[in-house]
T-cell receptor, first 112, second 114 residues
Framework: NAGVTQTPKFRILKIGQSMTLQCAQDMNHNYMYWYRQDPGMGLKLIYYSVGAGITDKGEVPNGYNVSRSTTEDFPLRLELAAPSQTSVYFC???????????FGPGTRLTVL | AQSVAQPEDQVNVAEGNPLTVKCTYSVSGNPYLFWYVQYPNRGLQFLLKYITGDNLVKGSYGFEAEFNKSQTSFHLKKPSALVSDSALYFCAVRDRDSNYQLIWGAGTKLIIKP
């Protein structure tokens, strides 16, 4: 199993540009998550999904959108990038309600 | 309000000595508790969890954690630290009524000196 994969690993955007961060998992997990990690801070939940076709906002959803058309994929869309969105983005998945989350390697995004 | 606190930004330990990384929480009901580790430029890796049962939980890489309900704590411990244990450690708590979300601590940087 590849686990949770994320692309790209690094990206530099100009203010106002848009992009999609890709996330895929091959563990047949129902739950998937997007977090951002700012320097010296813990993780903040952006969006999550409990299954294909179902998504919901987390703590910091503004400026982002997600979709979950399949169990495997959970892309995160940034519209009109802003410097405040400079961060490291992690995707995670888990199989059941009490289970641990599995994390991808992260995407380091810089908005200039 | 639900919260997780890791009161130490950094913990320094000499190799071979025991280590403790502290975590306290404030959530309603009986929580699920987790510890994760993050090595530089990597994603988070699961170490251990407490759901129910024995208050002492054993996990990966020789780590263990003790759930203390009266003190609302879940401190991470290891009897003998290795230099390779140097990393960022995160405590997380899931309230069973929180709609599947984890509440994360800010992280503690553990430095093991040879």
């Amino acid at each position: 199993n590849a686990g949770v994969t994320q692309t790209p690993k690094f990206r530099i955007l100009k203010i106002g540009q848009s992009m999609t961060l890709q996330c895929a998992q091959d563990m047949n997990h129902n739950y998937m998550y997007w977090y951002r990690q700012d320097p010296g801070m813990g993780l903040k939940l952006i969006y999550y999904s409990v299954g294909a076709g179902i998504t919901d906002k987390g703590e910091v959803p503004n400026g982002y959108n997600v979709s979950r058309s399949t169990t495997e994929d959970f892309p995160l869309r940034l519209e009109l990038a802003a410097p405040s969105q400079t961060s490291v983005y992690f995707c995670a998945s888990k199989g059941g309600s009490g289970n641990e989350q599995f994390f991808g390697p992260g995407t380091r995004l810089t908005v200039l | 309000a639900q919260s997780v606190a890791q009161p130490e930004d950094q913990v320094n330990v000499a190799e071979g000595n025991p280590l403790t990384v502290k975590c306290t929480y404030s959530v309603s009901g009986n929580p699920y508790l987790f510890w994760y580790v993050q090595y530089p430029n990597r994603g988070l890796q699961f170490l251990l969890k407490y759901i129910t049962g024995d208050n002492l939980v054993k996990g990966s890489y020789g780590f263990e954690a003790e759930f203390n309900k009266s003190q609302t704590s879940f401190h991470l411990k290891k009897p003998s630290a290795l230099v390779s244990d140097s990393a960022l450690y995160f405590c997380a708590v899931r309230d069973r009524d929180s709609n599947y979300q984890l509440i994360w601590g800010a992280g503690t940087k553990l430095i093991i000196k040879p």
